[in-house]
């Protein structure tokens, strides 16, 4: 692994999600309501919704545009809706915020 | 005899000392360097000190005669200068001391914000003795204000003390609840009750921009140009080791002194404990670590084998009157089960954290008698599957009910208004209940509760069933969401009543089962507490969906619509040109005439919003709120100005409307039109509020419709006059935000009241129409300002927060 620093931790506010561009498409950065941290894809399997712009409770996000609710922690889709989307490595150390660079660059080298 | 040198008489040192006399008093001969001027006393119990509570002499720890009888030297008042590692000797400010083994406890030193003003003598931090006096000084002027900057525990406790000598006392937090490392949002939200019901003043949120004063305190300015009136300023933001000598004398110092398990610095004839030092990446700020540390040093010392192990902390806040327990990780995860007790009418909020059938953490508020007993399970990881049901109820719970979902109504106090229309408290239909009224339909006739708009009807029905018990059955009523059972017409009556303004409060006392709320509440409260409390709530971004969040529509392919306001339909040539050049400068794919009156850009990039929007304000334009559940737009024909039919000026009164009522938030969409004649031109009689002008005046009609239902206004009233026109309009809107759900359009919420009881409330009810206006306007205060200018100013928190895109290309 190779922990890069994204930012601050308070550059995304609480219950707030900020979006980073990767090789992979664009992460979101999940900060929920107890300030941890979680990175998941920004696209919503069913249409393609920005997940980052979603309302944030619990350790979960609804999709803005239809309400598809996935776990952060795992990225399933929760209820009665199936699917999923990909999560990766993510710590915050003093306040910053780090994600591992090797999985971000994964499907590009491939 | 060897000799032993000790840096810092705290607490942790205190404690080396003790054990090593106890079991070698005669291993070595100490010197006790203390840069206060005095010896050992326990730092813990300077809170009950500053609250007079306690004197200096009960907390002592060790005197003159303790340090005399076991022969240590002390130098109390001296600072070290420095540690000569090569000659083994400690520079003291007067002379040197050498040693064969050293301990450093030198503790902690208080953060000071780099603020302006901050090196005024009234700013003072509280750690020690000296700190404790200065406050105590202050306090003892009549009349006079502190502002505690810092809601943690220390900052929490010298509030509560200072308060306790009689000052007038604000603790400004930065973040959105009290000792957020301890607690979670609800207990934060009980005990900020707690120490407001105490006189202290608590904002959070509050970022603090200056201290003012020439020569001395005058005032705290915040970031949001408030301004506080100050006599003393304590600043308990935060501690962090005070490793200078160590790192001077070139030991391995990371955020801490670095020590490893034998309390060793990098070198073995170097020891350091308490405050100073990090171990595993840890530092440590409470009392019991450090005892244990305390032992390990004296048995190093005395080259016995001893290992330092971390463990479990709790917490609990030494404020009289304030129960408060954490302990361990409360934090929510996937493999983490969560069980909430509230009991609103105590003022209690226990939640325990599950892992793997094992307690993980817990926080506790009003009710913390079990706290030990968790704490228990937790540092022994027992395995609590067998008792999980009622875990929650400690250790001397025998067998039990469920938990009531009517227990929120059952707290009521006897005083709550349940029926806001005709003023019927909770005590007066629990006397009709006792009385014979055992239904809906009696309670009406006896109390007029619930007689009137009709949204109180589940409370009604709640009280009922809880004054009558198995002998009422409650009908089945639509909840909020899952995360409670009451109504939404159940809630905005109880925030109403209750005096519920924030979000945890809400949480809290209506005992939500989730600890924050989901996407469907957390919009309906956000607008309800900013509805209800417009000068207190202040409107929470999270809580909103994407489009009143960015100001913006939302496009299918994650673009937006931007669309500026035009007030009544009117623009000019500037604003044109203003609107095709942003088009052409950020690449605007589609611009659309609406419906409304107005030009539609589609198509914006989300990092283009704040660019477009600061073009747009430029020319003098701002937000059209097209995305927001708040007025819309008010659409116009051109009235007498042009039209050969026109009877009044419906463009002018058009541009009055959207004047008044622009940029407040409704429970859903408001739009209005305004027709110079019954010819109807602007369509009014689709619209939530339509007028038409006439020759004698203004016919207002309300509750149109042309979506999913169509519908046709119907008449309010009719006035002679404009200005009656905009109060009437102005009322209409403004009750229909008090008291309509969140998501029903207005003829929705019509069709439940009756236009009968408005009209009775807006148009015969002359005082109550001019006193709706006036809350309204009260509101617009705060909402009518444009929320793109504040935004473009802010265009970094638009764009990605990071580019990797281009580090891998490299």
């Given amino acids: 692994m190779s922990w890069i620093d994204i930012g601050a931790l308070d550059d995304i506010p609480q219950r707030g999600a900020r979006v980073i561009k990767t090789q992979v498409g664009c992460v979101a950065l999940f ?15 069913h249409k393609g919704g920005p997940l980052s712009e979603g309302i944030v409770h619990g350790h979960k996000v609804t999709c803005p545009l239809h309400n598809w609710v996935f776990s ?39 | 005899m060897q000799k032993l040198v000790v840096i810092g008489a705290g607490m942790a040192s205190g404690r080396v000392l003790e054990h090593l006399f106890e079991t070698a008093p005669d291993a070595y001969d100490v010197t006790l360097f203390n840069a206060e001027p005095r010896g050992n006393y326990n730092r813990l119990m300077l809170s009950p000190v500053l609250s007079g509570e306690k004197s200096y002499a009960e907390i002592v720890t060790h005197d003159d005669d303790w340090y005399s009888a076991n022969g240590v030297t002390c130098r109390f008042g001296e600072a070290v200068v420095k540690i000569d590692r090569d000659r083994k000797v400690v520079v003291g400010q007067n002379g040197e001391v050498p040693y064969d083994k050293l301990v450093i406890g030198t503790g902690s030193a208080p953060f000071i914000i780099p603020l302006p003003g901050k090196d005024l003598p009234e700013v003072i931090t509280y750690r020690d003795l000296d700190d404790t006096n200065a406050m105590i000084e202050a306090a003892a002027r009549p009349g006079s204000r502190a502002v505690v900057i810092g809601g943690g525990l220390l900052g929490l406790e ?29 207990a934060g939200y009980l005990l900020k009750k707690d120490l407001e019901d105490r006189g202290i003043t608590v904002l959070t949120r509050a970022s603090t921009k200056a201290i003012l004063g020439d020569g001395k305190v005058e005032a705290v300015l915040l970031e949001d140009e408030t301004v506080l009136e100050a006599d003393l300023v304590v600043m308990a933001v935060g501690i962090r080791p005070e490793t200078r000598l160590a790192k001077d004398a070139a030991l391995a110092v990371g955020r801490g002194v670095e020590v490893n398990a034998q309390m060793q610095t990098s070198d073995p004839d170097v020891l350091a404990l308490g405050e100073c030092v990090e171990f595993n990446g840890q530092l440590f700020g409470l009392v019991a670590p450090l005892y244990d540390q305390a032992k390990v040093v004296a048995s190093t010392l005395l080259a016995e084998p001893a290992a330092f192990v971390t463990k479990e902390l709790s917490t609990k806040l030494k404020v009289t009157g304030c129960d408060l327990f954490s302990a361990g990780d409360f934090a929510e995860a996937e493999d983490r089960e969560d069980i909430v007790f509230r009991d609103p009418a105590r003022g209690v909020y226990k939640r325990l954290v599950l892992k793997e059938d094992r307690l993980i953490g817990a926080v506790m508020y009003g009710d913390t008698a079990d ?55 909770k005590g007066q239909i629990v006397t009709a209940i006792e009385g014979g009224a055992t239904d809906l339909g009696m309670i009406r006739a006896t109390t007029k509760a619930s007689a009137s708009c009709g949204t109180c009807t589940g409370l009604v029905e709640q009280v009922l069933a809880v004054t009558l018990g198995d002998d009422f059955v409650l009908p089945a009523a639509q909840s909020v969401c899952g995360c409670t059972d009451l109504t939404h017409e159940d809630v905005r009556r109880l925030i109403k009543s209750q005096a519920l303004k924030s979000q945890p409060a809400v949480w809290q006392e209506l005992g939500w089962s989730t600890p924050n709320g989901c996407h469907v509440c957390r919009p309906a409260i956000n607008f309800y507490l900013l509805a209800d409390w417009p000068l207190e709530y202040q409107d929470d971004p999270q809580s909103r969906f994407v489009n009143e969040r960015n100001h913006a529509n939302i496009q299918k392919d994650g673009t937006y619509s931007v669309m500026p306001r035009m007030f009544g339909g009117i623009t000019t040539a500037a604003e044109l040109r203003a609107i095709a050049d942003a088009a052409d400068k950020y690449n605007v794919p589609t611009v659309k005439v609406t419906g409304g009156q107005r030009i539609d850009l589609l198509g914006v990039k989300k990092e283009d919003l704040p660019g477009i929007w600061y073009d747009l304000n430029a020319a003098g334009m701002v937000s059209g709120h097209a995305y927001s559940k ?61 007028i038409i002008c006439v020759d004698s005046g203004y016919q207002v009609g309300v509750g149109g419709a042309a979506g999913m239902d169509l519908k046709e206004t119907e008449r309010l009233c009719d ?59 009260l509101s617009q205060t705060v909402y009518r300002k444009d929320p793109w200018a504040p935004l473009a100013a802010k265009a970094e928190s638009f764009a990605p927060l990071a580019d990797l895109t281009l580090e891998a290309a490299e």
């Avoid at chain 2, 968790?374 to 938990?403: C, H, N, W």
């Avoid at chain 2, 129409?769 to 006036?774: G, S, T």
Wanted: negative net charge.
């Fill in chain 2, 371 to 425: 706290g030990s007993w968790f704490f228990g399970l937790i540092k022994d990881g027992t395995d609590v599957s067998e008792m999980r049901d009622t875990l929650i109820f400690g250790p001397a719970y025998q067998g039990g009910a469920a938990v009531d979902p009517l227990s929120a109504v059952a707290a009521l106090p006897a005083d709550a208004e349940i029926c806001g229309c005709n003023g019927v408290c």
């Fill in chain 2, 630 to 690: 708040g007025l819309r737009t008010v659409k116009t024909c051109v009235g007498t100005d042009h039209c050969r039919f026109g009877t009044q000026d419906s463009t002018g009164l058009g541009i009055k409307l959207e004047k008044l009522l622009w940029g407040s938030w409704t429970p859903h969409k408001v739009k209005l039109a305004v027709s110079g004649c019954p010819r109807n031109c602007a369509e009014a009689t689709c619209k939530d509020v339509g």
């Fill in chain 2, 158 to 186: 010298a509030a509560a003390g200072l308060r306790m000598r009689g000052m007038e006392v604000t603790v400004l937090h930065l973040m959105g609840h009290l000792m957020e490392r301890q607690l979670d949002e609800a």
């Fill in chain 1, 72 to 110: 952060l922690e795992t990225g399933e889709a929760q209820g009665a809706d199936s699917g999923s989307i990909p999560t990766y490595p993510v710590q915050v150390e003093a306040g910053r915020i780090l994600l591992d660079a090797t999985t971000l660059a994964k499907r590009s080298a491939a």
């Fill in chain 1, 31 to 45: 900060r929920t309501g107890d300030d941890q941290v979680f990175a998941v894809s920004d696209t919503c399997p």
């Fill in chain 2, 719 to 777: 006035v002679p006059t404009e200005e009656e026109a905009l109060e009437v309009t102005a009322a209409f809107v403004q009750i229909y935000r008090e008291n309509a759900k969140y998501l029903d359009r207005p003829y929705k919420w019509l069709a439940k009241v009756g236009l009968d009881w408005v009209k009775a409330q807006v148009v015969d009810d002359l005082e109550n129409r001019r006193a709706l206006a006036a809350r309204f306007e």
